[in-house]
């Protein structure tokens, strides 16, 4: 992750469907394309892809998303994180779910608050 946002994807349409990774692979804020995503967005930087018309990064349209499109965004760049080392927990879905009906949220709340310091966003 690059937690000084310089670096901006994945990219996912406004429904939050993954599109891709820009050049740089999947580090920092996602990108949201207006679009259906007929670009090849590895073949770009993220710098490229901002340039874009429709183009912008999350925290520029979050509030325009639906609740249901910023769900599949965040469930999507969490599930990047299945099987990740977080400080002394080894962050799983299995676990997030357990944990959360079971309303026991010390780990999930570790993982939860590491990611959003990595995007330097909160969810």
């Known amino acids: 992750m690059d937690p000084s946002g310089n670096r901006f994807n994945p990219v996912y349409n406004k429904e939050g469907k993954p599109l891709g990774n820009t050049s740089e692979g999947f580090t920092g804020m996602p990108l949201i394309s207006q679009g259906d995503g007929e670009h090849n967005w590895s073949s ?22 639906s609740g249901e499109a910023k769900s599949n965004i ?43 310091l990595s995007f330097n966003d909160s969810l």
């Open 44 to 65: 770009m930087t993220a710098d490229a892809a901002c340039k874009l018309d429709g183009v912008t990064t999350y925290d520029a349209v979050r509030d325009k998303l």
């Open 74 to 116: 965040w469930t999507n760049i969490v599930t990047h994180f299945e099987g990740k080392r977080f400080f002394d927990l080894i962050f799983s879905m299995d676990d997030l779910i357990t944990d959360i009906q079971n309303n026991t949220s010390d780990k999930v709340a570790v993982c939860l608050n590491f990611l959003a």
